[in-house]
């Protein structure tokens, strides 16, 4: 091999580590653009599982107010229909069953 060969071959090796670094590099950076995104996603999908359970705790809450007040609103029909039949009857009494 002649030292203009020896020459060539050295350079050709130089440039192709140079390449190769500057791949290496890239892949480093994209590395830890990666590795930043899933941190942040992370980030984003802690927040929505507090938001969710806080959601969660709220339909629970919601849904024990609409079952009180379901029992409640039918309490207050049976009274209100009890007080209806005293009306009518004293209304009916009151007149001898006449209009």
């Known amino acids: 091999m002649t030292s203009e060969e020896m020459q060539r071959a050295m350079d050709f090796i130089v440039e192709q580590q140079a390449q190769s670094t500057a791949k290496i590099d890239a892949l480093a950076e994209a590395q830890t653009r990666n590795t930043e995104g899933i941190g942040a996603l992370l980030s984003i999908a802690e927040i929505h599982e507090r938001e969710i359970n806080t959601l ?35 209304i009916s009494e009151g007149r001898n069953g006449k209009p």
């Open 56 to 90: 969660s705790h709220q339909v629970s809450s919601l849904s024990r107010d609409i079952a009180t007040l379901g029992e409640s609103t039918r309490a207050t029909d049976g009274r209100l229909n009890a007080l209806i039949n005293v009306v009518e009857r004293q």
